[in-house]
């Protein structure tokens, strides 16, 4: 029976450090890689020993099993935790570590190669009796074929990567003028994800349910599930909450996923921790979708609600040990909601987001988990996956799990970069989530661009915009070098009140204030605020009184008094100003009409030239970053006078692409 004393985790971020949690508990030592960009990550540092590979892309780090296999026994480690993503589904990588004498915490890698491909996996279903869509393979086809194929299948349909995952290679069509461009979209971005241009069509179920069953396995013959998770709100087919158990699913139902997905497992010889995703209609029919063969970014929910920890089962599976009868006697205790907390935007059609998490609080709120890679200062790169957190809620019933969560992120302090917060505090208020009715059609009937905004609505911004007004002034006064006693913003002659401009977003405040013995009186913009009591002022913390109501504000300030950031938080929301300053200087003008990068990436297509004339929304190019397409669009109608890039430039945050003169006629 093979012991495992130490483990490499051949992985990055918030799984590293879960997978450390309980090699910990279990006596177990760790060992972590780090490329270039994660040297100051908080998995290297919470590694017993830590090896370095040299790089900062994921193809020249951590894709490398050469590199991997060689950190492990470098560290004399006895085995090899994958993770999930990068090459946790790799069957090669597996068979490297084992012809090294490293246990591989996973399948067999003849169980990954089965279902690394999702076109062999549906062969492979089908054939066990497991009820799948129809589907062809249009890889090879030339574009005839592929529009009679997709004839014959009917529309709509699903344009998908057989070895692709995280939304990556995924294309809907629905009009068959959109098909071929789909196919070659998808073909790109799986070739550049995965190394694997391998694509197909299947028949797409509109507005399914994802519903998915955890299953384990021991070397024994022993196959058991852990009932169900929902996994219905995502984007760009990305799960971005995630419940057990389904609300969806009645124990009859339950019973029938479990017998299925048993049944995969079985299938393919499968040993370990994995999961068999399904799609439901809304008859309750359901259809094999894929198996992920490791463990499941969501797995924490499965872990709240039955009390077990996957992580250990897992090592306990690697080292040959039977499952133990907590296993197949598991039951379903309470509710739990996961909601992962990304660095985009989803007022930018989620646009990821780079830099510096300057603040990051959850707090500790009794019944949820955090789960993060990151820490306040930690940077969000470019090279890998925008996830900053997983906050996961627990409670006896569905509806408290819920108020749970949502209470965690909306009290959250979370400055330096634009995150989805906001629209998942929405998402978990709207009335169709909380009856259960959830489908991966939810983000479509319901646009981000509307679930997505602040919080804090214009009330509360502009009250904020007061808050931050004091707290500016208090630390001005109490930096001062003479005259530290006298009271903020006073003055001897109050004919005029002061005043302060501030940038939150695309909205601008101007403060017009006067500060009177304890009490503010403010002009925001066009509207007259009630005359605020000051009940207790620092630069990071204003107490204000209105009619009895007293409200509480976090402030946090960086920069100096002439344009510095100013974020502030309550009870209504966060909002982040920067001060407009006085006097702009014409140095940092930019040309009208240029277009710039909102982040950095690769210029993937460049699909215009100078002299085109485009219409408003018109695509220009194609920027890829974080494994992901993003295609720029121009802001008016044109002509283009300057294209300042080509295909496969390096570009970075906010340089000018293409520059478009505007055409009024």
């Known amino acids: 029976m093979p012991s495992i004393s130490m483990v490499l985790v051949a992985n990055r971020g918030e799984i590293a450090r879960r997978i450390f949690r309980t090699c910990r508990d279990m006596g177990i030592s760790t060992a972590a890689v780090y490329s270039d960009a994660d040297v100051d990550a908080r998995h290297v540092a919470e590694a017993d020993v830590a090896v370095r590979l040299p790089g900062v892309s994921p193809a020249e780090t951590y894709l490398r099993p050469d590199l991997l296999v060689d950190a492990a026994l470098k560290v004399n480690a006895d085995a090899v935790h994958p993770g999930y993503g990068f090459l946790s589904e790799n069957a090669g990588f597996a ?16 169980a990954i190669e089965a279902m690394g491909s999702k076109l062999a996996a549906k062969a492979i279903m089908a054939g066990a009796g497991v009820p799948t869509l129809p589907w062809a393979d249009v890889t090879d086809l030339d574009t005839n074929t592929v529009r009679e194929t997709a004839e ?23 009009d068959p003028g959109d098909l071929l461009e789909a196919v070659a979209a998808a073909k790109r971005e799986a070739a550049a994800a995965f190394s694997d241009a391998t694509v197909f069509l299947e028949r797409l179920v509109v507005s399914p349910r994802h519903v998915e069953v955890q299953v384990l396995a021991d070397t024994y013959g022993g196959v058991a599930h852990l009932f169900e998770r929902e996994c219905s709100i995502q984007r760009r087919y990305q799960k971005i909450i995630e419940e057990s158990p ?24 499968y040993v370990g921790a994995g999961t068999v995703e399904f799609v439901m209609d809304g008859q309750g029919n359901y259809y094999f979708l894929e198996m992920n063969t490791r463990l499941q970014v969501e797995h924490p929910v499965t872990e709240l609600v039955t009390g077990l920890d996957l992580v250990r089962l897992q090592l306990m599976v690697a080292q040959d040990e039977p499952l133990p009868a907590e296993v197949s006697n598991a039951v379903i205790t309470g509710h739990a909601v996961e909601a992962r907390l990304y660095a985009e935007d989803p007022l930018q059609q989620f646009l990821p987001q780079t830099g510096t998490l300057d603040t990051f609080d959850l707090g500790q709120v009794p019944g949820v988990r955090i789960d993060s890679g990151v820490e306040a200062g930690s940077s969000i790169s470019q090279y890998y996956d925008p996830m900053v957190a997983k906050v996961i809620a627990w409670a006896p019933d569905r509806q408290e799990a819920i108020r749970k969560l949502s209470a965690a992120l909306a009290n959250a302090r979370i400055h330096g970069l634009v995150t989805n917060r906001d629209l998942l505090v929405r998402i978990l208020a709207h009335p169709e989530f909380v009856a259960g009715h959830t489908d991966t059609g939810f983000l479509t009937r319901h646009p981000p661009i509307e679930l997505g905004r602040p919080l804090a609505g214009p009330d509360a911004q502009r009250l904020h915009a007061v808050v931050a007004t004091l707290a500016l002034v208090e630390r001005k006064r109490a930096a001062a070098s003479v005259q530290r006693t006298v009271p903020a913003g006073w003055r001897n002659n109050r004919s005029q009140p002061q ?3 501030f940038e939150a977003g695309e909205a601008q ?19 007259d605020l009630p005359e605020l009591a000051i009940r207790a002022l620092t630069p990071q913390r204003v107490v204000l009184e209105v009619d009895g109501l007293r409200e509480t504000f976090q402030v946090e300030i960086s920069g100096d008094w002439d344009s510095p950031t100013v974020h502030v938080d309550g009870r209504l929301g966060h909002t982040s100003f920067r001060r407009v300053p006085r006097f702009t200087s014409t140095a940092s003008a930019t040309a009208g009409g240029s277009l710039m990068a909102p982040m950095p990436g ?6 215009v030239a100078i002299g085109d004339e485009v219409a408003a929304g018109e695509p220009l190019l194609v920027l890829e970053a974080m494994k992901m397409e993003h295609t720029m669009t121009s802001p008016h109608r044109g002509v ?11 570009v970075r945050d906010g340089e000018v692409l293409v520059v478009i003169d505007e055409n009024e006629n």
């Open 95 to 110: 068979r490297l570590c084992a012809e090294n004498g490293l246990t591989f915490v996973g399948p067999p890698p003849e």
């Open 152 to 174: 014959d299948l009917g529309y709509p349909l699903l344009v998908k990567a057989s070895s692709g995952g995280g939304g990556r290679g995924m294309r809907t069509v629905l």
């Open 246 to 269: 389904s609300p969806a699913v009645d124990e009859d139902l339950r019973q029938r996923l479990g017998r299925d997905a048993v049944a995969a497992a079985k299938a393919v010889g």
């Open 499 to 501: 005043t302060i401009s």
């Open 509 to 527: 405040y101007r403060v017009a204030y006067v500060l009177d013995h304890g009490t503010v009186r403010a002009h925001v913009n066009d509207d």
């Open 602 to 607: 690769t210029v993937a297509r460049v699909l």
């Open 640 to 650: 283009v006078r300057e294209v300042t890039v080509e295909q496969g430039s390096a």
